[in-house]
């Protein structure tokens, strides 16, 4: 859609983080469509492709309190949101905060931990906040969570249980840079690396605005009806043994809503889901055993959902 005028702060945005990130614009622009959708992040790739380094670059750009927490098997609970430690000279309990107590939370290697401590990140990015002793603390506006892994393939993994999947707006793979992006690379990174020098483009303020903003985005009743009819679509397929929720058909909505926005509309067009869907839904899906075997991905699954179902035709703005 680059024929489309971006909006400003967005475009700004974005040309900052590709001081750092090279050749990754679509990455960039959907991580920032969760952050703008108040939504989170899971990123899935083979370690040393950038994925650290996208977090901390958005974090910059928009002048973020920036916290990364690294998974590992002996990761405790209260090593993610905080723990109440005894005061004696107060003679009271005092919160300790943890890493989770931040606006930009890069959630490294989730599934090298524990599905207790994978829990621990639930009520967080569903509720805004987190409860340590009976007392719940709520955590900073904005709260965004971009959480990495490695594929399941990979020894010492744990799959992330399908309550905590649906928790996230987007998955996301960023892959291999090509040839010429990865010379880029190592001339980037010969002398200063370019994430140290890189400077905020926006204040929290700024952020907080935008995602007031995008919920005045436009989406016809036609369009709401094309997201549901996509939705439903992933659970009648026949390779599907459980469909997108509800939340998926919320999720794809919202998505929608950020995307249009950044590219400058005040309404949502069916172009916006069709793109969006895949990183949207195919992580909210499971496949039958008999799909797994025969390879299909969900990714798949999901764009031959998109293409079997109707395009509404009416017209769609204000």
């Known amino acids: 859609m680059a024929h489309e005028q971006m909006n400003p702060a967005i475009h700004k945005i974005l040309t900052n983080i590709e001081k750092v990130m090279i050749g990754k614009r679509d990455v960039a622009e959907l991580s920032l ?17 950038g994925k650290t380094m996208m977090v901390r670059a958005l974090a910059k750009s928009v002048n973020a309190n920036f916290r990364r927490i690294q998974f590992t098997p002996d990761l405790l609970s209260s090593d993610v949101t905080g723990v109440s430690i005894y005061n004696p000279k107060e003679m009271e309990f005092q919160f300790r905060p943890g890493p989770l107590m931040g606006n930009i939370i890069l959630a490294d290697e989730i599934n090298r931990t524990s599905p207790k401590t994978q829990s621990a990140l639930l009520e967080g990015m569903e509720e805004a ?10 955590l900073k506006k904005p709260f965004f969570v971009m959480a990495t892994q490695n594929p399941i ?25 090509d040839i010429d992006e990865e010379v880029e690379v190592l001339n980037r990174v010969q002398k200063v690396p370019p994430i140290e020098e890189l400077s ?28 549901v009819d996509i939705v439903n679509g992933t659970r009648e397929h026949g390779n599907v043994y459980l469909g997108a929720s509800p939340r998926g058909s919320i999720a794809l909505m919202k998505a929608a809503q950020a995307y249009a926005f950044m590219y400058g509309r005040d309404y949502v067009l069916p172009d916006d889901i069709q793109y969006l869907a895949p990183f949207v839904l195919s992580h909210r899906i499971i496949l039958k055993s008999e799909a797994k075997f025969e390879r299909i991905s969900a ?16 017209r769609l703005v204000k």
């Open 33 to 49: 469509t969760a952050l703008l959708a108040e939504g989170h992040v899971l990123l899935e790739d083979v370690p040393g492709v």
């Open 299 to 314: 990714e798949e699954i999901v764009n031959q959902v998109v293409a079997r179902v109707p395009v509404p035709v009416q």
């Open 200 to 227: 905020p483009v926006i204040d929290i303020d700024g952020v907080l605005s935008l995602q007031r903003a995008i919920k005045d985005v436009f989406v016809d009743e036609s369009i709401k009806r094309y997201i």
């Open 129 to 138: 906040s987190v409860t340590v002793d009976g007392v719940t603390h709520k």
């Open 153 to 177: 393939e990979y020894e010492g993994t744990y799959p992330l249980p399908e309550a905590q999947l649906d928790r996230f707006l987007l998955k996301i793979k960023m892959g291999y840079p």
